[in-house]
């Protein structure tokens, strides 16, 4: 089957006609043919646009190059052979100047089926041709919307620093037409300094072949505006090197730069401020240290003597009396002399001037002595003491004296925090690993409300049902304790619910692996 081909015929004589139709099926294709012989009836069917048009040179009143003229004006890509019986060179060339694509003598209409296919072709490759122009013109239009629609200043220059192309951004930023602008150098067009700059930039990009980044300052209409600059070489018609630039505007983040760094000015100026409080608030802490040891030292001698000279007082017969007055004496002297000692304590602690006095300790001798040293407490306040020790602890490697302070500072708040028939056990026990000691003290008092629990290592911390129930104390004991034994690189944890009693473990590091009863 042929390929199909509508075909107009212009001809008055139908025998010449078929011959057409008959010459073009036998090169392969299969033509529909309209014959047409006046100009009303081939207008009429140049409309209906058909692929190829053959027309006689010679008609009674409506010849070749009429036809040609009307062709151009209803249907200009239709491409048009022209046929005729005679025709001399001067006749082709004037079918060919009017728009024919090709002409024929009826005697060798063997080339028509070739001349067919390439008017077919010439039709397709003008309209290929068309198509490309729109393309070129679309995509022209779309980039030149593109850049002109585009936020930040662009352009482009040639080698010789005229501009080609600005944006409206452009224009704004240099405020000055596009008019003005395109045609003429940097240098013909704006402010003399900034336009130095920009062909300086320029240059450099045609010269380097290499993208430039700048930061620049624009005059703009609303006044100078930051920019950084993006330069780049590319090539324009006919390959004439040229250079593109690309603004965008930072001014906005040159201002929060320097507000930043106004900012970071006034923080320095605050930090240094606070230093200088801060080593002001450590001289005053370094004195309040220095005066609390003072007068704790002062006030220990004193007390010393008055708790001696009670004793002697104690051994004489005294007058009725005397002797619950003495007890009471030596009673309200222990406990100033036990503040005194917490006081220096903290000090130290504060001072960081803890100094151990490492020896070799046995923590379940440690564990008695406490517990008979907080017995007779223990008893005037109806609590009963237990303690639970396993047959052999390993010895501990530590500062005895620190550590008694330790263990005596945590019975006597299980005592003083346990009702009267409460108990407080103590109890030692050694980690599977043998590396550590673990010894805790468990009461059966009010314990610490949830929430506090977090802060009862705090210096002068007190918990809230102790400030209810008028319970003494500094709030200094369990924060030395704790310095203590971190110092002894060691740990010390708290379990408590209201109502339920308070676990204090201490864990401490043995000396080695050799135990002792």
Request: net charge negative.
């Amino acid at each position: 089957m042929g390929h199909p081909l509508t075909v107009l015929i212009l001809e008055d004589n139908p025998d010449d006609a078929e011959l057409l139709a008959i010459e073009l099926t036998a090169a392969g294709f299969a033509p529909e043919c309209t014959r047409v012989e006046d100009e009303a009836a081939f207008r009429a069917a140049l409309r209906q646009a058909p692929d190829v048009l053959i027309a006689d040179y010679h008609l009674p009143q409506f010849d070749a190059l009429t036809a040609l003229k009307v062709a151009v004006e209803v249907a200009p890509d239709v491409p048009v052979i022209v046929v005729s019986g005679v025709m001399d060179e001067e006749t082709c060339v004037r079918s060919l100047r009017h728009g024919a694509v090709d002409y024929l003598l009826k005697d060798r209409l063997t080339r028509l089926g070739p001349a067919v296919r390439h008017a077919l072709e010439t039709k397709e490759r003008e309209a290929a041709r068309l198509r490309a122009e729109q393309d070129a013109r679309d995509a022209g239009t779309i980039l030149q919307s593109l850049v002109d629609g585009a936020p930040t200043p662009i352009y482009l220059a040639d080698d010789l620093g005229r501009f080609v192309l600005v944006n409206r951004a452009f224009e704004t930023a240099f405020g000055s037409s596009r008019d003005h602008l395109v045609g003429r150098t940097a240098l013909d067009t704006i402010e003399v300094e900034t336009a130095r700059g920009i062909a300086g930039r320029d240059r450099r990009c045609l010269t380097d072949r290499t993208v430039q980044e700048a930061e620049e300052v624009l005059p703009g209409t609303a006044g100078p505006r930051t920019y950084v600059s993006i330069r780049y070489p590319m090539s324009i018609q006919g390959g004439s090197p040229a250079v593109a630039a690309v603004y965008t505007d930072i001014s906005r983040q040159k201002e929060t730069e320097t507000e930043l760094r106004a900012a970071k000015a006034d923080l320095r100026a605050q930090a240094d401020a606070l230093a200088e409080a801060n080593a002001e608030l450590q001289k005053l802490d370094a004195m309040r240290n220095r005066f609390i040891a003072t007068v704790s030292h002062e006030l220990r001698t004193p007390l010393t003597s008055i708790l001696s000279l009670t004793q002697v007082l104690g051994d004489d017969d005294l007058v009725p009396g005397g002797r619950e007055i003495v007890a009471t004496i030596e009673r309200n002297g222990q406990r100033l002399l036990d503040l005194i000692e917490t006081l220096l304590a903290f000090a130290k602690i504060e001072g960081d001037a803890i100094r151990l006095n490492l020896t070799e300790v046995d923590p379940a001798e440690l564990v008695r002595t406490c517990r008979a040293a907080i017995e007779p407490a223990a008893s005037a306040a109806d609590v009963t003491l237990a303690e639970h020790l396993p047959e052999r602890l390993p010895p501990l490697r530590a500062d005895r004296q620190q550590l008694e302070r330790v263990l005596l500072n945590l019975l006597g708040n299980a005592v003083k925090f346990s009702p009267g028939g409460g108990t407080t056990t103590i109890t030692a026990d050694v980690l599977e690993d043998g590396g550590a000691v673990s010894i805790a003290v468990r009461d059966t008092g009010i314990g610490i409300p949830a929430d506090e629990v977090k802060h009862i290592f705090t210096r002068f911390f007190r918990s809230s049902n102790a400030e209810e129930q008028a319970i003494g104390g500094t709030g200094l004991g369990l924060a030395i304790s704790k310095a203590i034994v971190e110092n002894h690189d060691g740990r010390i944890d708290i379990d408590s619910r209201p109502h339920a009693g308070t676990t204090v473990t201490v864990t401490l590091p043995t000396a080695g692996p050799r135990a002792c009863r």
